[in-house]
């Protein structure tokens, strides 16, 4: 059990910070840039999720942060069933675990609505249509409430993890 727990933090951790930072850059970096610069940041974007694979490999990353950490709260709290699971250090764990949990099921809306954004954009041949443009809009309407809380969730579960242990 030892070497299982060691596997599992590592992949939750490492995972988990590439999965943060990633979320963080798009976020707060990458997304409003693209925004602010139309055409040539729809084609960053494009370019980006096709050939880059972002969405994917974000999903992979988050895919793996969640299920080491659920294997790691299994395995301290004795299959959900200790008193560890009541105690601060658990409450918090499980807390962070929860926001994180957030942040995935948001951040899986996110990859879905800039797949339809890309997709429809590598479709349109000189003006888009109205049906183009609408499918556009609501994707970007949706962006901009899912994105803000999946990043403050995960920036919640990051600070609960960061300080879960020193908890009594």
Request: hydrophobic share 50%.
């Amino acid at each position: 059990m030892h070497y299982l727990t060691i596997v599992l933090r590592f992949l939750h951790v490492v995972s988990g910070a590439f999965w943060f930072g990633s979320a963080m850059m798009m976020s707060f970096f990458i997304s409003p840039s693209v925004a602010a610069t139309s055409d040539a940041g729809q084609r960053f974007m494009g370019h980006l999720v096709k050939q880059g694979r972002v969405v994917t490999a974000i999903s992979a990353l988050a895919g793996i942060t969640v299920l080491a950490g659920a294997g790691l709260y299994w395995i301290d709290s004795a299959g959900f069933s200790s008193p560890w699971t009541w105690s601060g250090t658990g409450l918090v764990f499980g807390l962070g675990g929860a926001f994180g949990l957030i942040g995935f099921i948001f951040g899986i809306q996110i990859g879905t609505n800039i797949n339809k954004i890309v997709k429809t954009g590598s479709e349109i041949q000189g003006k888009p249509t109205p049906e183009q443009m609408g499918l556009i809009q609501a994707a970007q309407k949706r962006l901009k409430v899912v994105g803000p809380i999946s990043a403050y969730s995960l920036i919640l579960a990051v600070i609960c993890m960061s300080v879960a242990r020193y908890w009594f």
